[in-house]
């Protein structure tokens, strides 16, 4: 015997296949939603420095009043607030997670693509068959 299939077991294992491919679509989506997630926190939310406790807006919410200004002790002030905060954020970490996740995106809606429209060709087949009948 060849080891021939009944097509409804090869129907079955089609549909599975795509349906997990689909689920891990998603869960990549998912994945980088979080990743994406945390480079926005780390952007606007407020942050207090290690060294000398100054607390500090988020980079993209930041006050630069008086930072690019020339003299006067506001602007010594101002420059140093701002150099402390700038030194207290941790830019490694928010960057690692938006180039971990743009793959993980790009992956997952690759898949949750292909598992979709593999079901809904599966689909339009199976209508057609029916349809011909």
Do not use: N
């Amino acid at each position: 015997m060849t080891g021939a299939l009944h097509p409804a077991v090869v129907e079955d294992r089609f549909r599975l296949r795509a349906e997990r491919q689909r689920a891990w679509g998603v869960g990549l989506l998912v994945a980088a939603g979080i990743c994406w997630g945390y480079a926005a926190y780390q952007m606007f939310a407020p942050y207090e420095t290690r060294v000398w406790s100054v607390d500090c807006s988020g980079p993209a919410v930041a006050d630069r009043d008086g930072v690019y200004d020339a003299g006067g002790p506001y602007d010594r002030v101002a420059r140093r607030k701002a150099a402390l905060c700038a030194e207290g954020r941790d830019w490694p970490a928010p960057v690692t997670a938006l180039l971990i996740g743009a793959p993980l995106a790009a992956v997952g809606a690759s898949l949750r693509t292909a598992g979709s429209v593999a079901l809904a060709l599966r689909a339009h087949a199976a209508e057609l068959d029916r349809a011909g009948r």
